[in-house]
């Protein structure tokens, strides 16, 4: 996974409320082999919502040309409702989106954003509508490294990240390796509570308690 420090980036604004992760990541689209970028936000993103016309919906931020190559998204409340999707956290991502900015997000599509190196921020509702308004010909920064958002005008805004996910994410590392780094204090947790507790790793002693051996 990618580190994520520092991003700037325009930052288009889409506040439409609800969108859910099967207009993110339409279930038509999952099951035979298309490209998930290429369909990620169908319904909206194309004309008639048919990705296979290929016909951009003019409307839609993102395929505006001043935005082509954004990282950062403002995005409406309740942006990845619906069902627990991970392709629409992955769809996404592969689209190139690194931050969402949002007033609040679907519970399972957040922790999936995670998962996939994207950063989700959570805002209020005036301080997001503040944002959304500044100058969009200009560039946003994100900085992970001191929680704060940069917008056109310099105006800065703080804003929080769960520890654990904020440590991923400036290391660009997954669970299992972020989990990997306390070895250590894992390994040293097992011996202890082998001392204190050892019929728990007795497995003799386990088999004896079963009447047999343990399959």
Request: glycine content about 8%; charged content about 20%.
């Amino acid at each position: 996974m990618k580190k994520f420090t520092v991003v700037t980036s325009f930052a288009p604004v889409w506040l439409q409320p609800n969108v859910d992760t099967d207009t993110i990541a339409p279930m038509k689209r999952l099951v035979a082999d298309y490209s998930l970028p290429d369909y990620t936000f169908e319904p909206f993103r194309f004309l008639n919502g048919d990705g296979d016309s290929g016909q951009l919906n003019p409307q839609f931020p993102l395929n505006q040309k001043k935005f082509s190559g954004a990282e950062i998204f403002i995005v409406g409340e309740n942006f990845g409702c619906g069902s627990s999707r991970e392709p629409a956290a992955i769809g996404i991502a592969q689209m190139g989106i690194r931050c969402l900015i949002g007033t609040s997000f679907g519970g399972i599509f957040e922790k999936n954003c995670f998962q996939q190196g994207i950063l989700p921020i959570r805002l209020n509702k005036d301080t997001l509508l503040t944002i959304a308004a500044q100058n969009q010909d200009g560039a946003y920064t994100v900085d992970l490294t001191q929680n704060h958002i940069i917008c056109p005008d310099g105006s800065s805004w703080d804003f929080h990240v769960d520890a654990v996910q904020r440590e991923r994410l400036l290391e660009g590392i997954s669970d299992i390796e972020y989990t990997m780094k306390r070895y250590r204090h894992i390994l040293s947790y097992i011996q202890t509570d082998k001392a204190r507790r050892p019929w728990i790793y007795d497995t003799a002693c386990l088999e004896r308690s079963f009447g047999g051996p343990l399959r």
